[in-house]
């Protein structure tokens, strides 16, 4: 029980109905015990020539009854049902948000996502198999037996023993539906999983011809999915086979000693009909008991996977409702104090004692070999991941004693792959500073050289980007992803790579537009392209996870082997006239 146990405050709210449905479940169960009674009465009266007109008025209305009552407690079922799963989706997409990033390092997206769409989904049968079923099921068939036995103890036993046989079969097939359903989830997380790598590097997958591979990859998963829901399909199916042929065993076992009841005289006719018709309802809530058991077994498997989800490290609730308020933010110091990092207990070591200081104001930039660390100090300053040990602050104050919302308020950061958002022009740039006007849109525009192309564009702003931004190019993607963090008007601009898509032309411009900045922010700048370096205020070189040097571009071409042969090897994207050592 404790996969669902941990799902009892998605229930707690809605009690009331669930309640609700019980009671009127077990009306609508007492009027059906009642028909039988009546029928006998009915059978009775006719043999006996004595009036049986409220015996029938009874019937219709108990049938009737019974009809209304199941049909408004099937609503409010679902209803409450719906409520609960509503809840817990709630709960998970708002963890979701709040996710870790080191998490995804570890867990597929796609599979994630089932967590979401289909793990919550078999949570309705907590509602309408476990709880409802179950309960209105347990007590209709105690009194099922009750009145059985009022009726004819002799042919209670009869009754009870077929049945019981079959009860063990039932018991056996509930626990291998228990096994097949936790594993057709954990398929349906594997096809997700395997959906969101192909359509996340489609043209790749296109470039090099692997459509095949992939086609064979997801065949064989949702095959895995298709035998694990067969499997779980044919177990219940079962379970429901076996309470329907213990019945009609029952039903003929009864028959046969009923009839030779009546031939002796022990019991009347009526008696009799009374009790095969009690046969007859035993089936309900038999069924219902065990699809309470197969409802709770399947519940139980997504709700394992939900409580997984759940248990994932996630950041804290904001303090404020949204993104930061409109208004220019004081340009912030940054400080690494003997900082330590890597991505794993496993994994190498980026950062072994990193330490520098930036004042506000101007334009730095990070220059090392490749995986020096250089984009692991952006997400150091994002909280993306946190030190091992040492310090990073942020005007000051250490990162982890920011809040968070108000430390990435202050910041904005153009990753190196800065994907579209699917949406509208204006839905993306606004995405980090929802209350920019339209001077401020078209201002921005214009700083990163966009407002051409939105001018030729026929729905101008309102136009689709597409997905992961592909109906723009790749400089255009880059331009919007710069145009939507200088809408925050940050303290702290973080651009990594920034440039290496955009031509000379727009390259120079943002120059420009970058060293405007720096008058009244702190601009960071991760680049290879040594025409972007040779612009910055300081150069930071990044070696063996430590500081090797700071200084401006001369000097380091003077004073640093490592730079000049950078400078002369890997920053090759020199413009016009710029020395490479």
Known sequence: MTPLRSLLPYLRPHRAAIAGVIVIGLCAAAAGLALPLVARQLVDGLSERRPVLTAVVLLVALTLTTAVLNGVGAYLQTRAAEGVVLRVRQALVAHLTRLRVTVLD???????????????????????????????????????????????????????????????????????????????????????????????GFRTVKACGAEQREEADLLRAVTRLRDAGVRAGAWSAGATSTVEIGAQTAFLVVLAVGGARVASGDVGIGTLVAFLLYVFMLVPPVSQVVQALVGYQTAAAGAARITRLLALPAEPLPRTA????????????????????????????????????????GVTAFVGASGEGKTTVFSLLERFHDVESGRVTVAGRDVRDWPLDRLRAIIGYVEQDAPGLSGTLRSNLLYGAPHAGEAELRSVLRLVRLDATVDRLPLGLDSPVGHRGARFSGGERQRLAIARALLRRPGLLLLDEAT?????????????????????????????????????????????????????HADLLREDALYADLAATQLLHAGPGARTG
Do not use: K, W
Request: glycine letters at 10%; a negative charge; proline letters at 4%.
């Open 500 to 552: 290496s898509q955009l031509d000379a032309v727009n390259e120079a411009a943002l120059r420009d537009t970058v060293a405007e900045i720096a008058e009244h922010s702190t601009v960071l700048v991760v680049a290879h392209r040594l025409s972007t370096v040779t612009a910055a205020d300081r150069i930071v070189v990044l070696d063996g996870g430590r500081v090797r040097a700071v200084g401006t």
């Open 322 to 361: 949204g993104p930061a308020a409109t208004g220019r933010v004081p340009a912030a110091a940054v400080g690494f104090d003997d900082v330590h990092f890597r991505y794993g207990p496993q994994a190498r070591v980026v950062h072994r004692g990193l330490s520098f200081d930036i004042p506000p104001l």
């Open 106 to 200: 570890h867990d597929e997206p796609g599979d994630l996502t089932a967590r979401v769409t289909s793990d919550s989904t078999l949570l309705r049968s907590v509602v309408t198999e476990t709880l409802v079923g179950g309960i209105t099921g347990t007590f209709m068939l105690a009194g099922v037996l009750v009145l059985m036995g009022a009726v004819d103890p002799v042919l209670l036993a009869v009754c009870a023993a077929t049945m019981g046989v079959a009860g063990l079969f039932i018991g056996a097939m509930t626990r291998q539906v228990n096994r097949s359903s936790a594993q057709a989830q954990e398929a349906i997380g594997a096809v997700g999983a395997r959906l969101e790598r192909m359509f996340g």
